[in-house]
């Protein structure tokens, strides 16, 4: 059987920090980037983006809906 493969996009301006996204991955998938956005937060990123497994547990703790995930076809 083959491993789920996900891809998650960020609104990096509406990402406000609050990592709730990297505590929600099961994956440990994200991470906070040390660059900022026009609003001087530190935004999510996929840091180890093959380890994505689509789940959307992300998505689904964000507060401002500012992730979307998507399903990679094998």
């Known amino acids: 059987m ?3 493969r996900g891809a998650v996009v960020i609104d990096t301006e509406r990402c ?3 990592q709730l996204c990297k505590e929600a991955c ?3 998938v994200l ?3 040390i660059d900022a956005n ?3 937060y530190h935004y999510a990123y ?3 983006a ?7 547990s992300c998505a689904y703790v964000c507060p401002d ?3 979307t995930v998507y399903r990679v076809k094998n």
């Open 26 to 28: 099961p994956s440990k």
């Open 65 to 67: 809906a500012c992730i």
């Open 38 to 40: 026009s609003k001087g």
């Open 16 to 18: 406000k920090g609050c």
């Open 31 to 33: 991470n906070m980037n």
């Open 46 to 48: 996929m840091e180890t």
């Open 50 to 56: 093959e380890a994505c497994t689509g789940c959307a």
């Open 2 to 4: 083959a491993k789920n």
